[in-house]
């Protein structure tokens, strides 16, 4: 029945031992922001991003919202912004 501990290798041993502290941290700032979000103490910016987020984690997406990618030229130029491409190099004159 408990043969298991005699036979764990030392590498899971390590890597237990290793990793309890920062879970351990990661889950006292997740209790000091659940904290903050249930007490209000939170900016409300802060606030509905944090609620956001474990909204996409309940759903089986990442927390974080995805970084919006930068437009192209082209789709900046549709929306009506003037684009200016890189500096033309001008031939010196001698």
């Keep these: 029945m408990w043969h298991w501990l005699t036979e764990v ?3 899971l041993i390590w ?5 309890l502290p920062r ?5 006292a700032l997740q209790q000091s922001t659940i ?3 249930g ?9 509905e991003k944090t609620v956001r987020g474990w909204q ?5 997406k990442p927390a974080a919202d995805p ?3 930068r437009k192209t ?22």
Aim: net charge positive; aromatic share 6%; charged share 30%.
């Design 35 to 37: 904290a903050a979000v």
């Design 23 to 27: 879970l351990s941290a990661e889950e």
């Design 9 to 11: 290798p030392l590498a």
């Design 39 to 47: 007490g209000g103490t939170m900016k409300k910016e802060t606030h």
């Design 67 to 69: 970084k919006p990618r």
């Design 73 to 94: 030229g082209d789709e900046l130029k549709a929306a009506g912004f003037k684009v200016f491409g890189p500096k033309k190099k001008t031939p010196a004159k001698r």
């Design 56 to 60: 996409r984690q309940m759903h089986g």
């Design 15 to 19: 890597a237990y031992s290793t990793m």
